[in-house]
Nanobody, 127 residues
Framework: QVQLVESGGGLVQAGGSLRLSCAAS????????MGWFRQAPGKEREFVAS????????YYADSVKGRFTISRDNAKNTAYLQMNSLKPEDTADYYC????????????????????WGQGTQVTVSS
């Protein structure tokens, strides 16, 4: 099992940047595909980005492509989401998620793939 704790959220002006971190407990962090999702008030939780176990493959939602970058450091058991050129519509609670797999170089955008979730961190982008 793995436990996930997000940090790095906050209030930022439009055009600014934030870096979210997701610290994972457990011994086998490199066995998990990691994903970031977000949920705005009154909306469903949506996919943001995913990264394969080794970090060699990534996948982004169209709404964040070119602005957000997902990465991971398996030695530190941590995944990151660098968010640049933030827009008011990026305002949401951001969640990291982990999916255990024996398959290398896969990424997933479906919430159903992820069995472990953090508690979320709030990001507010002011206009």
């Amino acid at each position: 099992q793995v436990q996930l704790v997000e940090s790095g959220g906050g209030l930022v002006q439009a055009g600014g940047s934030l870096r979210l971190s997701c610290a994972a407990s457990g011994r086998t962090f490199s066995s998990y595909v990691m994903g970031w999702f977000r949920q705005a008030p009154g909306k469903e939780r949506e996919f943001v980005a995913s990264i394969s176990r080794s970090g060699s493959a990534t996948y982004y939602a169209d709404s964040v492509k070119g602005r957000f970058t997902i990465s991971r450091d398996n030695a530190k058991n941590t995944a990151y989401l660098q968010m640049n050129s933030l827009k008011p519509e990026d305002t949401a609670d951001y969640y990291c998620a982990a999916a255990f797999t024996s398959i290398g170089n896969v990424v997933w955008s479906s919430r159903d793939r992820y069995g472990y979730w953090g508690q979320g961190t709030q990001v507010t982008v002011s206009s």
